[in-house]
C-alpha cells in the first residue's frame, strides 16, 4: 500500500469522489470483506459489493485474498494507498500552466507550481514503485513571522540571491545527453500566508469567563 496515490484518471477520479465510495477507501485502509464493509457503513452488502467493482475497476482497491467459506468464495480487498490526491492531469484540458504565468509574486504562479508538483510527484512515484526503486526526494517545511511587507519582500529577495547562487554553484551546464550526463531536478520554493485559524466561539458549555466584583 502507497502512503500517497496520486489519481490521474478522471475516471478514477470521478469514482474516488463519490461520498459513499470515499467512506470505503477509508475503511479498507486495513483490509476487509464486502461483509465486513457493509456492516462498517451500514449498507446492504450488495450495494456495497457494487462500489467495490468501481473502486477495483479503477485501480483504487486490490485484492489481498480470497478465502473459501463452505461454497462461497470471500474475496478480501485493501485500498491502494492510505490517502489520495487528485492530479490536475485528470482535468488536463483545463489543468493550470505554469509558464502562463511568469510573475514569482503571483498567487496564481504558485498554484500552478503546486499543481505541477503534484503530477509530476505522481507519476515519478509511480514509476519508482513500478521499478522498486527508491524515489530520492528533499523538502523543507517552516513557518516564518515578518513584522512588515517590507520584511517580507526583503526576504523574497534575499531568498531568491541565495537559491539562485547556490543552483549556478551546483548546476551542470552541459548538454544533459550521453553516458555522462547528469540527472535533471527540478527547484521549487514557495511562500506563502499560513491560513489563519478561525477564533473560538464561545458555547454554553464553555461560556467566557466573567470578571469578578471585588466590591
Do not use: C
Not at 71 to 78: A, F, H, P, S
Not at 136 to 143: P, Q, R
Not at 199 to 206: E, Q, R, V
Request: no cysteine; hydrophobic share 45%.
Amino acid at each position: 500500500m502507497l502512503d500517497i496515490e496520486v489519481i490521474e484518471d478522471p475516471a478514477a477520479a470521478e469514482a474516488s469522489l463519490d461520498p459513499i465510495r470515499t467512506r470505503m477507501l477509508l475503511e479498507l485502509a486495513e483490509p476487509g470483506s464486502a461483509t465486513q464493509l457493509a456492516a462498517r457503513v451500514g449498507l446492504p452488502r450488495q450495494k456495497v459489493n457494487y462500489h467495490l467493482k468501481a473502486l477495483e475497476r479503477h485501480g483504487l482497491v486490490e485484492l489481498v485474498e480470497e478465502r473459501r467459506k463452505g461454497n462461497v468464495t470471500e474475496r478480501i480487498l485493501r485500498a491502494t494507498a492510505a490517502s489520495y490526491l487528485i492530479s490536475p492531469a485528470a482535468l488536463a484540458s483545463v489543468a493550470p500552466d505554469p509558464r502562463r504565468f511568469s510573475d514569482r509574486f503571483s498567487a496564481f504562479w504558485l498554484l500552478a507550481l503546486a499543481g505541477r508538483m503534484v503530477q509530476e510527484m505522481g507519476q515519478l512515484i509511480a514509476g519508482a514503485a513500478a521499478a522498486r526503486q527508491k524515489l530520492a526526494t528533499f523538502a523543507i517545511d517552516g513557518e516564518i513571522t515578518f513584522q512588515t511587507a517590507a520584511d517580507r519582500a526583503a526576504f523574497a529577495e534575499e531568498l531568491g540571491v541565495a537559491v539562485t547562487r547556490i543552483m549556478d554553484k551546483y548546476h551542470d551546464g552541459g548538454s544533459g545527453t550521453g553516458a555522462g550526463a547528469g540527472r535533471r531536478h527540478r527547484l521549487v520554493v514557495a511562500l506563502h500566508p499560513t491560513l489563519k485559524t478561525p477564533p473560538l466561539k464561545a458555547t454554553p458549555a464553555n461560556p467566557p469567563a466573567k470578571e469578578q466584583d471585588n466590591d
